[in-house]
């Protein structure tokens, strides 16, 4: 396990999460100030947010403003939320581990009874140990 | 803007990327000890693993031996890189607004200089302002 080259991955993928996220944010304001902006803005960005910094670039060269001022909300946004990030994340995954091995063990015990119960009943005698208990 | 529910989706998608790269962790193992085992996971996983908590739900049902010890991998993986993410997202974001910033004034500079030479010659006579500079 390479941790290096995935704590690189992660933060690139996380970085372009935020600048989709500042797109949507920008894409609100101007639903609110600039409707037909805001169409053109979700029209252009629907199929090349997955990488942020081409997505940009790419916005640059079409309308440098809205590239500035998403450029401007990202940045914000990732001053504001990254910090709580590792507990949320390690909190998060902890708990919904815990609840999966529960739901898991359930499972088991529900097939276990569910198929003891009457197999046992119709194809054998019950084992009496199973009564004693 | 709604900081809040930005931090928590944003922990939700790191979430389930950490879960994607511990499922490629363990189909790097796998393609070691148990090539066959690896392959199912690879065509089990390359339309699922959006959504980890999903994921993980649906691998449980399948192989609960691969659910359980991708789980335990993303707890790690979380452990080791996620305290890295903060400063590394925040800078990255930083250095990547300058350089769009420098490329776009590259940008400009040139279109100027491209457009601003070969039209005022031949369409109009030079502005003088242009020459005083």
Known sequence: ??????????????????????MRTVLAQLSETNPPLALWLHRFSVDKVQDGEAYIQELFKEKPDLALRIMIVREHIAEEVTEFLPEMVRTGIKQANMEHRRQH??????????????????????DPNLESG
Request: hydrophobic share 25%; glycine share 0%.
């Open 105 to 126: 063990l359930e499972r088991i015990t529900q097939f276990d009874v569910q198929t003891s119960t009457p197999e046992s009943e119709k194809q054998s005698t019950p």
């Open 1 to 22: 396990m390479n941790i290096k080259q995935i704590a690189k991955d992660t933060a690139k993928t996380l970085s372009s999460y935020l600048t989709y996220q500042a």
